[in-house]
């Protein structure tokens, strides 16, 4: 807990010097608001700012409005956002300060968004202080040029953030002491067996683990879709004590979207499926991190199940982060794949066991 709680403290100062340094760059466009077309200079990786529009989800059961608890989990809120940039959406996943204020997260297409979380009490009103900047390379240029795209997950160890590319079944690390967005990602080394994931279905979670914690060092990498000889889900300890591949247990046609860890030493994971006749299902696994090792089957109990009949879209990101009061909240956003017919979402909810 210690060490958790510090990690997203020196995230904070991360991300509050670079909005900084960002802003003290651009004293003539500070108020700047994009129209369709516009765009960052993707040659230098230069952060613009953005506007983020957000109108409130003021229940989350479509049917019953009343209702506020969903298994183990109680709504707090949620926001649908649009914005006139054009390369807004696609949202993979997010990491939050330990305050659930300042958030990082990124597309699908190699843009990093970052900001602040507006409350009114419990209840999230509004994004501010969005700024938009390309994921940059080793060489600086956009990861895009190289043809890596599809980013689709996150992890954070103090200054440095992972970000997993599903297209290619890579792994990039940035160190945000250097530029923040504007840091340079560095290939992390994987197993051989990460190569040969699907290369549309491939490292789709990731989960970093602090000081504290067993598989303290360790990054864990998941696939969304990679299946093993019994049909489970491959999964990877990379670096830390006991590097290695194990599984996650697959069942009723989930794949894994997302994990975080939380500061009590469990495994949250964000799974969803989708079918034509039934449509989209969500859904939480709790899983305790002692039970992650080297050639295990990892397993939990569902605390959290959603559909349609909630309001819920293509969720693929979740954070976790606990209040003064201390009360766990779970924050998750969804992917709108660019789509007319699909929304981003932020949804938050209260652990409540």
Do not use: C
Request: aromatic residues 8%.
């Amino acid at each position: 807990m210690p060490h958790f709680a510090g990690s997203r403290r020196r995230f904070l100062q991360m991300a509050a010097a670079g909005l900084s340094v960002a802003a003290a760059s651009r004293t003539t466009k500070a108020q700047f608001v994009p129209t369709p077309g516009s765009s960052e200079d993707a040659s230098t990786g230069a952060a613009t700012s953005i506007e983020v529009k957000a109108r409130p989800i003021p229940w989350f059961d479509r049917h019953d409005h009343d209702r506020l608890r969903f298994g183990a989990l109680e709504y707090r809120s949620g926001l649908v956002l649009t914005s006139p940039f054009p390369r807004f959406g696609g949202l993979s996943g997010l990491r939050l300060d330990a305050k659930g204020e300042r958030f990082i997260s990124f597309s699908d297409k190699g843009h990093w968004f970052n900001g602040r979380i507006e409350y009114q009490r419990r209840a999230m009103t509004g994004l501010a202080d969005v700024e938009t900047a390309p994921m940059l390379g080793s060489e600086g240029k956009p990861i895009t040029a190289r043809g890596w795209y599809d980013s689709e997950s996150i992890a954070i160890d103090g200054s440095f953030v992972y970000i997993g590319l599903e297209r290619v079944n890579k792994v990039l690390r940035f160190d945000f002491s250097k530029g923040f967005t504007r840091a340079r990602g560095e290939v992390v080394p994987l197993p051989k067996a990460a190569s040969k994931l699907p290369n549309n279905k491939g490292l789709e979670a990731l989960v970093f683990v602090p000081k504290g914690h067993p598989l303290s060092g360790t990054l864990i990498a998941m696939s969304e879709h990679g299946l093993d000889a019994s049909g489970n889900l491959i999964a990877f300890l990379v670096g830390g004590p006991t590097p290695g591949q194990f599984s996650v247990r697959r069942t009723e046609d989930f794949d894994v979207s997302d994990a975080v860890l939380l500061p009590a030493g469990d495994l949250l994971i964000l799974e969803r499926k989708f079918s034509w006749l039934s449509g989209i299902g969500i859904r939480i696994r709790r899983i305790p991190l002692g039970s992650v090792a080297p050639g295990a089957v990892i397993d939990g109990p569902s605390i959290f199940e959603a559909d349609l009949g909630n309001e819920v879209d293509n969720m693929e990101g979740i954070d976790a982060h606990v209040t003064e009061e201390g009360e766990t909240v779970l924050t998750m956003v969804s992917d709108d794949n660019f789509s007319l017919i699909q929304r981003t979402l932020l949804l938050q909810f209260t652990l409540k066991r």
